[in-house]
């Protein structure tokens, strides 16, 4: 396309300074992506995303296969089943964590 206005270097978590080694590098090696807003104060449920099955099962999406006959040769198909699903419903709504394996400092005595 062409040379265009220079792109500002974002700052990644764990990503090595290309600037040196010094204290302040330490510090941006470390920096956390933001914390996710909380929701509205009071806030305790959630409508659910999934699906339950005639059989119980519970996903996203559910998929059924077909035969499809075309020009006498048998194919299968696999095609999004819409029928016979009902909603999850109401969720309680829990708070996201951080995964105990993140690798970062997050409190030093």
Do not use: C
Request: hydrophobic content about 35%; glycine content about 10%.
């Amino acid at each position: 396309m062409g040379a265009g206005a220079p792109k500002a270097r974002s700052l990644r978590p764990f990503a090595s300074p290309v600037g040196g080694g010094g204290p302040e590098a330490a510090v941006a090696e470390q920096a956390l992506p933001p914390a996710p807003t909380p929701p509205p104060f009071g806030v305790t449920r959630r409508r659910g995303s999934m699906f339950y099955a005639e059989d119980g099962d519970l996903a996203h999406e559910f998929y059924e296969d077909t035969v499809v006959t075309k020009n006498g040769q048998k194919r299968a198909k696999r095609r999004r089943a819409h029928e016979n699903l009902s909603l999850q419903g109401i969720r309680s709504w829990i708070p996201p964590r951080i995964h105990v394996d993140f690798p970062a400092i997050l409190y030093e005595v």
